[in-house]
């Protein structure tokens, strides 16, 4: 019996691609929109055709198709590998198109990121996009870095994480508090203090 071949590469590629971008949206539709208490959305005047000129609207315009706009980039370079086995003349005209798209694109959208003091909105989706692109390239190559790792190993490692968590706490947390924003010793330092160090100890033992 023969294992069946994993996904061809610019296939699984552009569909982690999709998985980043539509994470990023759902984080800013759910997520953000949950804490501003506004419905964030691309297209406001759907829902709400004078949300621009209202004091305090409840829909507002939402900038997180950036995600795939800071993709365009990856993808080119990934399709440019896809394209190499066609005629000589195929890449030279799709890197052409594909720049001249992305700079009119990004001079388009960041001219009105800048106009409107969206800027640290757009930087915010990059960070965003990088973390959950991170997340997912990681997750990605986990069955093979975990395959020789057994339970037992698994659970140290656990331990000794959980351990050195608890430690670093015991101390970061009351360095910050008493030393840093200057605030007195309390009763909550000192059951957190007082129960993460004896845990996180005994953890490392037992790891």
Do not use: N
Request: proline fraction near 6%.
């Amino acid at each position: 019996m023969t294992t069946p071949a994993g996904p061809d590469p610019f296939v699984w590629f552009v569909c982690k691609i999709l998985l980043t971008f539509f994470t990023v949206i759902t984080v800013d539709l759910v997520a953000v929109s949950l804490l501003t208490h506004k419905l964030r959305v691309w297209f406001p005047a759907w829902f709400d055709a004078q949300w621009a000129t209202r004091t305090d609207p409840w829909v507002v315009y939402s900038q997180s198709y950036f995600a795939g706009i800071f993709f365009i980039p990856l993808l080119a370079v990934s399709l440019d590998h896809v394209l190499r086995q066609r005629p000589g003349w195929v890449r030279p005209v799709f890197w052409t198109v594909t720049i001249g798209a992305f700079l009119f694109i990004l001079g388009w959208k960041g001219e009105l990121m800048v106009r409107f003091g969206k800027q640290w909105e757009a930087l915010g989706w990059l960070a965003l996009t990088s973390v959950i692109w991170t997340a997912v390239s990681v997750a990605e190559r986990l069955p093979a870095r975990l395959a020789g790792v057994t339970p037992k190993r698994m659970l140290k490692l656990l331990a000794r994480g959980v351990a050195c968590f608890f430690l670093v706490i015991a101390v970061l947390d009351p360095l910050l508090q008493i030393g840093v924003q200057h605030l007195g010793w309390s009763r909550g330092l000192l059951i957190e203090v007082g129960f993460f160090v004896p845990v996180g100890l005994a953890l490392l033992v037992v790891s």
